[in-house]
């Protein structure tokens, strides 16, 4: 008897330490919230949010009780709806909740009373925490923290703040925060931008931009409504590229000089993490279904790989040459790479042997596409769009090229660490997750993954088609069946028939300086075109292949993300 206690209490503890260090929030807790708050988000380092920004840390319990339905067992303020959103909840699992508070001097807490539950005195607060800025915990909470570093106090000098939740933080006051205290912090009254005297078409509403330019280091966040920023925020230096995640929650940025990737959690709208590569990061690119985002450096000859669940690098892909553009197939399975050097454009297959294949050359191309078994390739020097069928080989690893490159490989092998058991990215299963380390590690010398550079060129080039467009072109995007290419040179817009691969006609836009980026509203047939020098931007119908307003803002667009306003 004694012994089944014992190995019930070690199964327990051996649960309660693999759930904290995994961030998972159970599935019946998030479904007992979100039924009273819908749209709560469950961050992937265990942080809760509800709607209008209240946060909750979890406390993973010591024991976990198994019950029929998931229901409140004991609450501070005591209550039963949780839709009163109480400072302490423990479930009748023992899974615990505790509401952060301000506290005095700015600084953020969870309410202080005499005496807490056993269950959360004895439970652990998730292992990937990122601990929010500012927090400090009462010394009788010391036994949750396990790992974490967070300031404790007495209980007595933890004193509820007098004013509500965040401050604004106005654009000049921005420009001279210090680098390593750059957050924003929103709050219901924060003074609105200067509305614009137009109007705006009905999908861009609800939305704003987030603006970065070629020469400061500040993201500037402009409602759709207005022609200035509403704030402003400042990073470490100049911003290279920045992607947002499928679901907006979260913004990925590289900048000049770092070799770090910043991330921008939306509804805090504060920096809350720094993905260190060690080497510099020049492009993100984000899968659709958010699971994976790619990272080139064209110093490391390499492209990394993230895993948007966890935040972490899981592995590094040592390719050809120095990676840029990439473009993903549809199936999510395939990734393009254009060598800067070269000016050779490859394919790896992400699963198996990483099989990377030459698709063909194209000198100082702007950026290509990979639809269907289609590549579109923007050529800004000879001002063309070449259209090219590629059909990927599948390889069945007995051919001479695969052996040969099995070889050369090897060779690799013989001097570096082996490459891993390889991870295919199409797989929706989700894998398990590891205590982590201390410091987030770029990788390990066993998650670098060397592809089989196979010696065939897979394009086929006397099928593939050129279509003169306006000079200068740098950018493309899809729209049903056309491709809509962007000309800087004259400011145009150059309409490409994709069914039977001709021009119907260009667009002259109102436009003067530099036009840079086209890039579509999520779900919709409106379009943002943005220029580099003129301080307006376009509002472009793709369905009706028209300019519908020109708008002006007092910041040049070199990068632009386009997002629901909160």
């Given at each position: 008897m004694?012994?089944?206690?014992l190995?019930?209490?070690l199964?327990?503890?051996?649960?309660?330490?693999?759930?904290?260090?995994?961030?998972?929030?159970p599935?019946?807790?998030q479904?007992?919230i979100?039924?009273?708050?819908?749209?709560?988000?469950?961050?992937?380092?265990?942080?809760?949010?509800?709607?209008?920004g209240t946060?909750?840390?979890?406390v993973?319990?010591?024991?976990?009780?198994?019950?029929?339905?998931?229901?409140?067992?004991?609450?501070?303020p005591?209550?039963?709806?949780?839709?009163?959103?109480?400072?302490?909840?423990v479930?009748?699992n023992?899974f615990?909740?505790?509401?952060?508070?301000?506290?005095?001097?700015?600084?953020?807490?969870?309410?202080?009373?005499?005496?807490y539950?056993?269950?959360?005195?004895?439970?652990?607060?998730?292992?990937?925490?990122i601990?929010?800025?500012?927090?400090?915990?009462?010394?009788?909470?010391?036994?949750?923290l396990?790992d974490?570093?967070?300031?404790?106090?007495?209980?007595?000098?933890?004193?509820?703040?007098?004013?509500?939740?965040?401050?604004?933080?106005?654009?000049?006051?921005?420009?001279?925060?210090?680098?390593?205290?750059?957050r924003?912090?929103?709050?219901?009254?924060?003074?609105?931008?200067?509305?614009?005297?137009?109007?705006?078409?009905?999908?861009?509403?609800?939305?704003?931009?987030?603006?970065?330019?070629?020469?400061?280091?500040?993201i500037?966040?402009?409602?759709?409504?207005?022609?200035?920023p509403e704030f402003?925020?400042?990073?470490?230096?100049i911003?290279?590229?920045?992607?947002?995640?499928?679901?907006?929650?979260?913004?990925?940025?590289?900048?000049?000089?770092?070799?770090?990737?910043?991330?921008?959690?939306?509804?805090?709208?504060?920096?809350?993490?720094?993905?260190?590569l060690?080497?510099?990061?020049?492009e993100?690119?984000?899968?659709?279904?958010?699971?994976?985002?790619?990272?080139?450096?064209?110093?490391?000859?390499?492209i990394?790989?993230?895993d948007?669940?966890?935040?972490?690098i899981?592995?590094?892909?040592?390719?050809?040459?120095?990676p840029?553009?990439?473009?993903?197939?549809?199936?999510?399975k395939?990734?393009?790479?254009?060598?800067?050097?070269?000016?050779?454009?490859?394919?790896?297959?992400l699963?198996?042997?990483?099989?990377?294949?030459?698709?063909?050359?194209?000198?100082?191309a702007?950026k290509?596409?990979?639809v269907?078994?289609?590549?579109?390739?923007?050529?800004?020097t000879?001002?063309?769009?070449?259209?090219?069928?590629?059909?990927?080989?599948?390889?069945?690893?007995?051919?001479?090229?695969?052996?040969?490159?099995?070889?050369?490989?090897?060779?690799v092998r013989?001097?570096?660490?082996?490459?891993?058991?390889?991870?295919?990215y199409?797989?929706?299963?989700?894998?398990?997750?590891?205590?982590?380390?201390?410091?987030?590690?770029?990788y390990?010398?066993?998650?670098?993954?060397?592809?089989?550079?196979?010696?065939?060129?897979?394009?086929?080039?006397?099928?593939?088609v050129?279509?003169?467009?306006?000079d200068k072109?740098?950018d493309?995007?899809?729209?049903?069946?056309?491709?809509f290419?962007?000309?800087?040179?004259?400011?145009?817009?150059?309409?490409?028939?994709?069914?039977?691969?001709?021009?119907?006609?260009?667009?002259?836009?109102?436009?003067k300086?530099?036009?840079?980026?086209?890039t579509?509203?999520?779900?919709?047939?409106?379009?943002?075109i943005?220029?580099?020098?003129?301080?307006?931007?376009?509002i472009?119908?793709?369905?009706?292949?028209r300019?519908v307003?020109?708008?002006?803002?007092?910041?040049p667009?070199?990068n632009?993300?386009?997002l629901?306003?909160?």
């Open positions: 004694k012994l089944t206690r190995l019930t209490l199964t327990a503890m051996f649960v309660l330490v693999t759930s904290a260090y995994s961030a998972t929030i599935q019946n807790v479904q007992f979100a039924a009273k708050f819908p749209k709560s988000t469950f961050r992937f380092d265990g942080l809760i949010i509800l709607p209008d946060k909750y840390l979890p993973f319990p010591a024991i976990s009780m198994v019950n029929a339905s998931l229901g409140i067992k004991t609450s501070m005591a209550t039963q709806d949780f839709g009163t959103k109480p400072n302490v909840v479930f009748n023992n615990v909740l505790l509401k952060l508070v301000p506290a005095a001097g700015g600084k953020l807490s969870v309410a202080a009373y005499q005496s539950p056993i269950e959360v005195k004895t439970g652990l607060l998730p292992q990937d925490l601990v929010p800025h500012g927090l400090i915990l009462p010394e009788e909470l010391s036994g949750i396990g974490l570093e967070i300031p404790l106090y007495p209980i007595a000098t933890i004193v509820p703040a007098s004013v509500e939740t965040g401050t604004i933080v106005e654009t000049k006051t921005v420009m001279s925060t210090k680098t390593q205290d750059s924003i912090t929103a709050t219901a009254n924060r003074p609105k931008a200067k509305v614009l005297d137009r109007d705006i078409p009905a999908v861009l509403k609800n939305k704003k931009y987030l603006v970065t330019n070629l020469d400061t280091e500040y500037n966040v402009i409602p759709s409504y207005a022609g200035e402003t925020l400042k990073l470490d230096s911003a290279r590229d920045m992607k947002a995640t499928s679901d907006e929650a979260y913004v990925m940025i590289a900048k000049t000089n770092n070799t770090s990737i910043d991330l921008v959690d939306m509804k805090a709208e504060e920096i809350i993490k720094q993905i260190d060690e080497v510099q990061p020049n993100i690119l984000i899968t659709p279904d958010n699971r994976i985002a790619f990272v080139t450096s064209l110093d490391d000859h390499s990394f790989v993230i948007i669940s966890t935040m972490k899981v592995q590094k892909i040592q390719v050809q040459g120095m840029e553009k990439l473009a993903l197939s549809d199936d999510f395939r990734l393009l790479y254009y060598d800067k050097l070269s000016s050779k454009l490859y394919c790896i297959e699963k198996d042997k990483y099989i990377s294949t030459l698709i063909g050359e194209f000198p100082n702007s290509f596409l990979f269907g078994n289609t590549v579109y390739a923007l050529l800004r000879a001002n063309k769009l070449q259209v090219m069928p590629y059909n990927p080989k599948e390889f069945s690893g007995e051919e001479k090229s695969v052996k040969s490159a099995e070889l050369k490989r090897e060779k013989l001097t570096e660490a082996d490459a891993p058991a390889s991870l295919d199409s797989s929706k299963e989700d894998g398990a997750l590891n205590r982590p380390a201390k410091k987030d590690l770029p390990r010398d066993n998650n670098t993954i060397l592809p089989l550079m196979v010696d065939e060129e897979i394009g086929a080039k006397d099928s593939s050129k279509i003169q467009v306006s072109p740098v493309m995007i899809r729209y049903g069946n056309r491709l290419v962007l000309g800087a040179k004259n400011n145009e817009v150059d309409v490409i028939n994709l069914d039977r691969n001709e021009r119907e006609g260009t667009v002259k836009l109102p436009l300086g530099f036009s840079k980026r086209i579509q509203v999520s779900n919709s047939n409106i379009a943002l943005t220029n580099v020098t003129d301080n307006r931007y376009v472009f119908d793709l369905s009706q292949v300019p307003e020109v708008v002006p803002v007092n910041v667009i070199n632009i993300i386009i629901k306003d909160r």
